[in-house]
């Protein structure tokens, strides 16, 4: 060792025994001492190194590299210093060294020699290499930049994304790149990379070399070295369709919130009480016209179940609920119910509910929709029509004569009790008779004339005596009053017969006869027996005055019944004075009876406006003239004392007295049941502005497939208006086609289940329209024991639209419009599936462009896309219509041909016309280039092997790319797959 180490010598062993490998080398270069760890590293024994150039260790690059390092240490320039060098063993192979010095200076600070300490770095090197080489290799832009923004480093997948190689864009801000709409928002998701440990994703838009944009998705963190590390992905395409989407979306949105705020103002002003329900049956909408039904303002309803207040009357609560569970449970997706609410004050309103429910696609409850109306008024009417129908069944079954309804060919139609009894008849067996069946036969032909000529007009109605035929064959008689009842229109419906048992009377008056002759005939004979036959004739007069007694307790009976009758019953005579006002008539008009007797009736009840036609009408009555309104049931406007008109329903008859004649009347008030129908039709005129206003087509067809209802959408559609479609069979509105296409599900939906469907129609400028069909059964109603069912359709031309321009975008190459590689996946599997049915060939062919990447390289990617372009147009109009052609990536092409008559002929006959279709130079703006291609065609018989086809295809064509022999293209027959 030299005299440099003599006074450091006593640390010789700590040198040698060092871990790490130690140098000391001259300032020649040279190797003045290393220790065993530093000779290991080197891989040569201390002998052959110490003492000879340090330089001379490592391969030549490394070499040179070390020599002007330690030049410059002995210069001054630096002090210390780094390299990695390789050194070769002496096995081959060579192994990485980080080598670092620094300069010893002596006492006099002169350079006397460096310190140098080895390490062996080449598993760090094989890292860093495999790491630079997925750097490069990673299909999608890598990128590392300092917190300044600065690129440091990026791949080579930006060249092929956005154009820059990597040496334009190194030492470059990124932000440089970022379009400038993007940027603040890119350095925002910057400064949030740099200011924690998570990996924000987002998209901004780069600059392209060649001009445009593109978008990009990035990935980035922050490194331990404090730099940012992100990959991206090209993701404009997915972009654009986002964008598009996004689009539609808007304008469904925009149409939804259009209906919304259309169906918002139906719903605060539809007289319909509107409330709609969440999933778990809270309120989630209360209408105005439901806080002013019910009482309850939407604040203390919103988010209650209706069971949380004093709602629903506790004796319908049961029916309330089935019905709700038969809507959750998807069983009667929709109902019609009636039942009892309280209102906020306790009052109980009846109500019907028109209750549906939503579901989303996985069969969960969204909401539910229910509409409520008032019918109380309409409840009250039909009980109180229905207590009057009872009460006039009552007056007609209890009446002290006979009282029947007599068709027009004789055939009784209604007989009450008294004239069963009379006759010895049951009712049925009366039914089934005829009054000519039990008429004496000397009284038929006298009724059956004063019969006809009630008929016929000539009179109004007819008295008279009459023999009928008991059951156990007495002759029973009777006093018969009939008139006849026509419709509206004044054709005849039924007569009304009254039949009075008038026997006692008859026997009387026979008896007088028989008395009186007996007593001319005993004055002639014996005038001594005048005082026998006085006696004889007082006993007869106490008889009739017997009868005439019964009679007055009749007349009483009747009397009685109009008194007690609900209602009002009035009779006037000839000149329209009041004879009869019964008490429902006082509570009806207002007047009593004692007020009204003798008064003008048209001065009391008959409105101002009408009371010049009432007096006209009398008058032409009296003088003779036929009248159009007895006995027939009128609606007309009547006038209460307190001066307010109301509607009432009447019948007037006439009722001869001997020769007095009297017009009698039964009135009702018919106020609340007009009002009631008024309010029906107001309701179905609602629903069906609602129905017309909701964006979905929407029908209702009866059992026998004949439209009941169908709203503007659905007319629309077919190009038809509701009245026009109401009646019509589904087969005279659907076409044939489409009829046979709903046919099968029209079967099911009668047979009870709830179908759906897409559809297509065609319109009459030609453009296609699709539409999703739901046909509903209706559960809630039936007609004849058969069910009809709803229509739901639903315009989805906009989704297939849209889903059309996606799968294109899909399925297109961007650049050249042909197929990309997706679609040529899809043609090559159908070929193959063709191709396994017969004998069919398959021909696919591979084709390039010779010395594009030139193209690329000279004139730029802008040129090299419009040569792609040029030479996929040349390629369509070469190959044949059936054939198809695609675009793989870069300059890669693809065709695939089948054909029943030789494949391989085919292919050959497409590759030659190719060949000399690429002749002609490409014209890219004012360049001229001079284009050649290869061509490599693979052919297979019968069943293929896609990948096989592709493989040798591929092959072929790099065989004609290496030989170029003046032959266009190359073609392999493949023997059959399997």
């Avoid at 209906?259 to 049956?281: I, M, S, W, Y």
């Avoid at 039904?293 to 939407?298: I, V």
């Amino acid at each position: 060792m030299s005299a440099v180490l003599a006074p450091h010598w006593s640390y010789e062993g700590a040198f040698h025994d060092a871990a790490g490998g130690l140098a000391l080398i001259g300032l020649d270069g040279r190797w003045l001492v290393l220790n065993d760890a530093a000779c290991a590293l080197l891989g040569r024994p201390r002998i052959r190194l110490e003492g000879r150039s340090a330089a001379g260790a490592c391969e030549l690059e490394d070499a040179v590299a070390l020599i002007r390092q330690i030049e410059a240490a002995i210069d001054g320039t630096t002090r210390a210093f780094d390299l990695e060098l390789r050194v070769p063993r002496l096995d081959g192979s060579h192994s990485w060294l980080r080598l670092g010095a620094s300069v010893i200076p002596d006492a006099q600070g002169s350079p006397s020699y460096l310190a140098a300490t080895l390490y062996d770095v080449t598993e760090q090197r094989r890292a860093r290499a495999e790491r630079d080489a997925f750097f490069d290799l990673c299909p999608d832009p890598l990128a590392i930049a300092t917190t300044a923004g600065v690129i440091v480093r990026v791949n080579r997948a930006w060249e092929v994304a956005l154009g820059w190689t990597s040496e334009e864009m190194r030492a470059q801000p990124f932000i440089e790149f970022v379009h400038p709409d993007d940027r603040e928002r890119t350095m925002a998701e910057a400064a949030r990379t740099f200011a924690s440990d998570s990996t924000p994703r987002f998209r901004n838009r780069y600059r392209v070399k060649s001009g445009g944009h593109r978008w990009l998705e990035w990935h980035s963190r922050t490194g331990d070295d404090g730099r940012i590390y992100a990959i991206a992905r090209d993701v404009t395409e997915q972009q654009q369709a986002m964008i598009i989407f996004e689009a539609e979306m808007q304008r469904r949105r925009q149409r939804l919130d259009e209906a919304e705020q259309r169906l918002g103002v139906h719903v605060n002003n539809t007289p319909l009480a509107v409330v709609e329900f969440d999933a778990k049956l809270r309120v989630r909408r209360w209408s105005p016209r439901a806080e002013a039904l019910f009482g309850w303002s939407e604040e203390e309803v919103i988010g209650d179940r209706p069971d949380q207040w004093h709602f629903i009357h506790e004796d319908d609560a049961d029916t309330v609920a089935t019905a709700m569970l038969s809507l959750v449970t998807g069983e009667a997706p929709s109902q019609v119910i009636h039942h009892r609410n309280y209102t906020r004050d306790g009052r109980v309103v009846h109500c019907e509910w028109f209750m549906s429910a939503v579901f989303d696609d996985a069969g969960h409850l969204v909401s539910m929709l229910a509409f409520a109306q008032d019918v109380t008024a309409r409840v009250q009417a039909e009980a109180e029509a229905a207590e009057r129908e009872a009460l006039f069944r009552a007056t007609f079954e209890q009446a002290p004569v006979g009282i029947a309804h007599v068709g027009l060919d004789g055939r009784w139609l209604r007989v009450n009790r008294t004239l069963c009894e009379f006759l010895g008849h049951s009712t049925d067996e009366l039914l089934g008779l005829t009054f000519q069946d039990i008429t004496h036969p000397d009284d038929l032909d006298a009724d059956l004339t004063l019969l006809q000529q009630v008929l016929d007009g000539r009179i109004e109605r007819y008295e008279m005596r009459k023999r009928y035929l008991h059951r156990d064959g007495r002759v029973m008689w009777a006093h018969l009053t009939v008139s006849l009842r026509r419709d509206a229109s004044g054709a005849p419906l039924h007569f009304i017969s009254v039949i009075e048992d008038i026997a006692s009377t008859v026997e009387a008056e026979a008896a007088i006869r028989s008395t009186h002759d007996d007593l001319e005939a005993r004055v002639v004979e014996r005038t001594g027996e005048l005082e026998s036959a006085n006696r004889t004739l007082a006993v007869e007069v106490e008889q009739r005055r017997d009868a005439e007694h019964a009679l007055r307790e009749s007349e009483l009976r009747i009397r009685t019944i109009l008194e007690n009758s609900h209602d009002a019953f009035i009779a006037c005579e000839e000149d329209g004075r009041i004879a009869e006002w019964n008490r429902a008539a006082e509570a009806v008009f207002g007047w009593r009876r004692s007020e009204v007797i003798g008064r003008s009736l048209g001065e009391l009840i008959v409105p101002p406006n009408m009371r010049h036609a009432h007096d006209s009408g009398m008058a032409r009555f009296v003088a003779g003239a036929k009248s159009n309104v007895l006995d027939q049931r009128l609606q007309l406007p009547a006038r209460h004392r307190n001066g307010h008109e109301f509607p009432v329903e009447l019948t007037i008859s006439l009722v001869r007295l001997g020769k007095r004649r009297l017009f009698t009347a039964f009135l009702h008030d018919i106020s609340e049941r007009t009002a009631a129908e008024r309010q029906l039709r107001e309701s179905e005129a609602r629903l069906r502005t609602i129905t017309d206003n909701v964006p979905a087509m929407i029908a209702y067809l009866g059992p026998d497939l004949r439209y009941r209802f169908a709203n503007d959408a659905y007319c629309d559609w077919f190009g038809r208006r509701d009245v026009e479609t109401a009646g019509l069979h589904m087969r005279e509105v659907l076409c044939d086609d489409d009829y046979r296409i709903a046919e099968p599900y029209l079967q099911r939906v009668l047979a009870g289940e709830q179908v759906s469907f897409e559809r297509a129609r065609v319109d009459a400028s030609g453009k296609t329209h699709h539409a999703v069909v739901t046909y509903i059964p209706d559960v809630a109603s039936s007609m004849d024991g058969a069910r009809g069912f709803f229509v739901a359709s639903h315009d989805i031309t906009a989704h297939k639209r849209l889903e059309q321009v996606l799968e294109q975008r899909a399925l297109s190459d961007e650049l050249t419009g042909l197929p990309n590689r997706a679609a040529w996946r899809r043609a090559l599997d159908a070929a193959a599936l063709r191709a396994s049915e017969g004998t069919l060939g398959t021909a696919v062919m591979f084709l390039d462009l010779d010395g594009f990447k030139r193209v690329n390289d000279t004139h730029g990617h802008e040129t090299g896309d419009a040569v792609l372009r040029e030479f996929a147009a040349r390629l369509r109009r070469c190959a044949r219509a059936e054939d198809v052609v695609a675009r793989l990536s870069g300059d890669e092409f693809v065709v695939l041909l089948q054909d029943d008559r030789g494949a391989g002929r085919a292919a050959a006959r497409v590759a030659e016309a190719i060949a000399v279709a690429i002749q002609p130079a490409f014209e890219i703006g004012a360049l001229r280039l001079a284009m050649s291609g290869s061509i490599g065609i693979a052919v297979q018989t019968g069943a293929i092997d896609p990948a096989l086809l592709m493989r040798e295809a591929d092959e072929a064509m790099y065989v004609a790319k290496r030989t170029q022999d003046g032959m266009p293209y190359r073609l392999v027959e493949l023997a059959t797959a399997g």
